[in-house]
């Protein structure tokens, strides 16, 4: 059975339950809720949150011959992403790769990183350069490297580096 990435509108806030729900009572095995990390003050005081990057949202691989109508009647679920009307209704599809891209990037907010640590930057222009962490911020990690023998700082995007 061929399978696709769809879009599922869901309940307001109500984006994990809805996830886990598809996953436990019907089985969706992939399903894709994506992230991101928020700046929230309180009191003078700045926490890094994680926030869903889509809210009312989420991606789940299915079976384009598969019954959606139990998906449908998920509790947190409203309903499909479609376009048209009752009879004429069309669900898109979501490419692998922008999911891939999702996922990468929630995987990089994993690692809570600290002045210090020694990472692996892989960009298009550095495969596997070594550096270490000066500064980390939300979306953005000020990094030491060695580039033709001289220390450099540079910021990178937390996605583009991984713990060493």
């Not at 009647?73 to 499909?80: A, E, K």
């Not at 996922?103 to 298009?124: A, C, F, M, P, W």
């Not at 979306?139 to 580039?147: A, D, H, Q, W």
């Not at 023998?149 to 995007?157: F, K, L, N, R």
Request: charged letters at 30%; a neutral charge; proline letters at 5%.
């Amino acid at each position: 059975m061929s399978k696709s990435w769809y879009c599922i509108c869901t309940k307001p806030k109500q984006e994990y339950k809805a996830r886990d729900n598809l996953g436990d009572q019907y089985g969706v095995e992939n399903i894709c809720l994506p992230e991101i990390l928020a700046d929230k003050r309180k009191k003078r005081k700045s926490n890094s949150l994680r926030e869903v990057l889509f809210p009312n949202y989420l991606f789940a691989r299915l079976g384009i011959e598969q019954d959606w109508s139990p998906i449908k009647s998920t509790p947190g679920v409203l309903h499909m992403v479609y376009f048209g009307h009752n009879s004429e209704r069309h669900y898109p599809s979501i490419s692998d790769s922008i999911i891939d891209d999702f996922k990468r990037y929630d995987e990089s907010l994993q690692h809570d990183y600290k002045k210090g640590d020694k990472v692996i930057i892989n960009t298009q222009s550095f495969i596997n350069v070594e550096a270490i962490v000066l500064c980390p911020k939300l979306e953005r990690v000020k990094i030491l490297m060695n580039f033709l023998g001289q220390d450099v700082t540079a910021e990178v995007d937390r996605i583009d580096i991984e713990p060493k």
